[in-house]
T-cell receptor, first 114, second 113 residues
Framework: DAGITQSPRHKVTETGTPVTLRCHQT?????MYWYRQDPGHGLRLIHY???????DKGEVSDGYSVSRSKTEDFLLTLESATSSQTSVYFC?????????????FGPGTRLTVL | AQKVTQAQTEISVVEKEDVTLDCVYE???????LFWYKQPPSGELVFLIR??????QNEISGRYSWNFQKSTSSFNFTITASQVVDSAVYFC??????????FGQGTRLTINP
């Protein structure tokens, strides 16, 4: 158990509404990530954070913003949700050992945009 | 840029058969890491293994084994004597610097009783 929670776990919203997904970790890891999972695409990186208030874009960042005001929380915001953002969203943390880093994932949030 | 290809979209076998999931990667980096993750029907992503580019030694863990070959840019995953509980989507991924994982499209493995 990597100590990652995501909320909400399921959400249905309408096109044009703002949506915020929350990722919470309990172990003060520096790196946090947001991915989306879609059929035929595997997981694709949306944004990531390498510290409080330090974030950067991933492969599919258009239409998304993130914020990290505390080490333990990483928020993903869809300013105006579109149907193409219907997906399963996973948060991850990076855990370092003596040789390299490994990403561990939260349980996911299933978002449906009608 | 990195790329990971899992050419097998779906595989279906009968329980107790051996099955190999293929993974081919592309990278220009000399130092990189390769991963396998399992996603069971419940939906969570479970880390299985990480290999470093400088360590081509194959690894076995129970019924699972991994064959890393830099000459063919492959990191294949074999399940021996498959069981119904092995049914899942399996993802191969690579990472080279900047902490970013690049995933393959996934292989859906179904083990039939």
């Amino acid at each position: 158990d990597a100590g990652i929670t995501q909320s909400p776990r399921h959400k249905v919203t309408e096109t044009g509404t703002p949506v915020t997904l929350r990722c919470h970790q309990t172990e003060n890891h520096r790196y946090m990530y947001w991915y989306r999972q879609d059929p035929g695409h595997g997981l694709r990186l949306i944004h990531y954070s390498y510290g409080v208030k330090d974030t950067d874009k991933g492969e599919v960042s258009d239409g998304y913003s993130v914020s990290r005001s505390k080490t333990e929380d990483f928020l993903l915001t869809l300013e105006s949700a579109t149907s193409s953002q219907t997906s399963v969203y996973f948060c991850a943390i990076s855990v370092a050992d003596a040789r390299a880093d490994t990403q561990y994932f939260g349980p996911g949030t299933r978002l449906t945009v009608l | 840029a990195q790329k990971v290809t899992q050419a097998q979209t779906e595989i279906s076998v009968v329980e107790k058969e051996d099955v190999t999931l293929d993974c081919v990667y592309e990278t220009r980096d000399t130092t990189y890491y390769l991963f396998w993750y399992k996603q069971p029907p419940s939906g969570e992503l479970v880390f299985l293994i990480r290999r470093n580019s400088f360590d081509e030694q194959n690894e076995i863990s129970g019924r699972y084994s991994w064959n890393f070959q830099k000459s063919t840019s492959s990191f294949n995953f074999t399940i021996t004597a498959s069981q119904v509980v092995d049914s899942a989507v399996y993802f191969c991924a690579s990472q080279a610097g900047a902490q970013k994982l690049v995933f393959g499209q996934g292989t859906r493995l179904t083990i039939n009783p």
